[in-house]
């Protein structure tokens, strides 16, 4: 490893280390409410489309959390970074300092984060009597993880860049991330999508993602297909968002 490399690295666990003392610290139940908030909202959902409505689909509970686990970290990663920025005020300032390791922090730490609910995940397997087909789990699971590392990652780029010239993005962006969640098959199953707002999903990259990563947990098997796809789509994010983040990044310090 080269020495640039091992000092990148070395200020990602610096960055990481500092986000979960600002989170935690004056907390009594500390991580675990990395695992709570989860598994709170999970509840609502099935309780709301499971039991209240009644919507069919083999496994459910397993449907929905395994949705709902890998959503609430796409979106924690992109909603942080929005501000990710402005709270780091000092470091701006500093010439030497790589910024775009902000955003890379932000994302280490919620991936701390979601490496929580996999246990969970598996319990709820082995409930329904699930089993993965082991062939099948690393191709899923570095093709679901590659794609949305590069997705919410090109996202944030762009996110924490603009919003610090235009202020009213981090309002827009919340609805539209609000919005985002019911046009992603998270607690929707797609057999219960009205057939003319099915384009809605089919253009969505966190549908494929979404698909993707439950081929371990929901429905075990592996569609390489998919990855024609989505990986285009998400390198495409990732570079723009960085070329958007470096182009905007010489007057940062100026527009705090």
Same mark, same amino acid.
């Given at each position: ?11 990602? !666990? ?11 610290? /004056? ?38 959390? /395994? ?76 093709? @679901?993880?590659?794609? !949305? ?90 570079? @723009? ?16």
């Amino acid at each position: 490893m080269t020495h640039a490399l091992a000092l990148k690295r070395d200020q990602i !666990l610096v960055l990481v280390s500092k986000d979960f003392k600002l989170k935690y610290n /004056s907390t009594a139940l500390g991580f675990a409410w990395s695992l709570i908030v989860p598994i709170v909202t999970s509840l609502v959902y099935f309780f709301v489309f499971g039991v209240v409505m009644r919507w069919q689909a083999e496994n459910y509970a397993l449907y929905l959390v /395994s949705g709902n686990f890998m959503w609430q970290f796409f979106a924690n990663v992109v909603l942080t970074n929005g501000r990710v920025l402005m709270s780091n005020s000092t470091l701006l300032k500093k010439t030497s300092f790589d910024r775009g390791l902000l955003i890379w922090g932000t994302f280490f730490t919620e991936s701390l984060h979601f490496l929580l609910t996999i246990p969970v995940l598996a319990a709820i397997m082995l409930c329904y009597g699930v089993v993965p087909q082991w062939a099948t789990v690393a191709p899923n699971l570095a093709l @679901a993880l590659t794609c !949305l590392t590069l997705f919410s990652v090109g996202l944030s780029y762009a996110y924490a860049a603009v919003n610090l010239y235009f202020r009213d993005l981090e309002r827009i962006v919340a609805v539209g991330m609000m919005l985002w969640l019911f046009v992603s098959p998270v607690f929707i199953p797609i057999d219960n999508v009205p057939e003319r707002f099915l384009w809605l999903y089919e253009i969505n990259p966190m549908g494929g993602i979404l698909m993707t990563w439950r081929d371990i947990f929901w429905s075990p098997g592996f569609h390489p297909g998919r990855f024609l796809l989505l990986a285009p789509i998400c390198l495409a994010v990732f570079f @723009a968002g960085r070329w958007l983040f470096r182009r905007l990044e010489p007057r940062f310090a100026e527009m705090m």
